[in-house]
């Protein structure tokens, strides 16, 4: 095979897949680790990849976008990524904590992990009713806010829910978002839903945004955090440069 079709291979599955490791790629042509490591190290040269430790993944570029998909539709997205990115949220939560949970689909995947590991005798604040529903039925204790139903993301919003926030303090939270851009810092399309967040996140000790790997180099209209104000948990880094201004935390598929 020649090199401009084995690397047309890599190039076609990285794009479909995300990201792939060098064994795999060995695996799927039938060729040396060594041969894979000389192909992805040219393919980044020529900015068609990003190599990172161990494989590549795609080069995505900076993305806009103004609409908001539906929560059913977010649901089927990355569902191994999120599950992943939710139990390593999970992990962090003591038993003495006042938490924080953000309306969104992968903070449902936290929820769900939280439940996993056994009834929680933290305390749980959400603007989320799935989130809520969840963490309820496993017999948590839960406080939702007040306000507007808004349907896309099933988020509770608007000036009842910055009110009832203004009682709490939390002693950590998690974060849901639309786009992750290393200039921008963490966006989301609706300008209520925004509000909430920025006042939640300023009432958290320790702050988390939950983002799978298609989040990064993604801007929505409404900033509502900088990188610094957060962690960010992720399944995967498309790029390497956010470490240079905000933790990230890589949870294991």
Known sequence: MLTEERQAIILQNIKEKGSM?????????????????????????????????????????????????ELAQKRTQFQDEKNAIGREGAKLIQSDDFVYIDAGSTTEALAHAVVSRGKSEAVFVTNGLIQAEVLLHAGCTVYVLEGRLRPETEAI?????????????????????????????????????????RDAF????????????????????????????????????????????????????
Request: contains cysteine; proline residues 2%; aromatic residues 8%.
């Open 21 to 69: 490791t060098v064994a795999e790629l060995s695996s799927l042509l039938k060729i040396s680790e060594s041969t894979v490591r000389r192909d992805l190290t040219a393919m980044d040269a020529e900015g068609l990849i990003n190599k990172v430790h161990g494989g590549a993944t795609a080069r995505i570029g900076k993305l806009f976008s103004t609409r908001e998909s």
């Open 157 to 197: 919003v608007g000036s009842g829910a910055i009110q009832s926030l203004r009682k709490y303090q939390f002693t950590i939270g998690f974060f849901g978002t639309n786009g992750v851009d290393f200039n921008l810092g963490y966006t989301t399309p609706d300008i209520e839903e925004a509000e909430v967040k």
């Open 202 to 253: 300023s009432r958290c000790l320790k702050t988390y945004v939950l983002a799978d790997h298609s989040k990064f180099n993604h801007i929505t209209p409404v900033t509502f955090g900088k990188l610094s104000d957060a962690a960010v948990i992720t399944d995967q880094m498309p790029d390497h440069r956010y470490k240079q201004r905000v933790k990230i935390v890589e949870a294991k598929l």
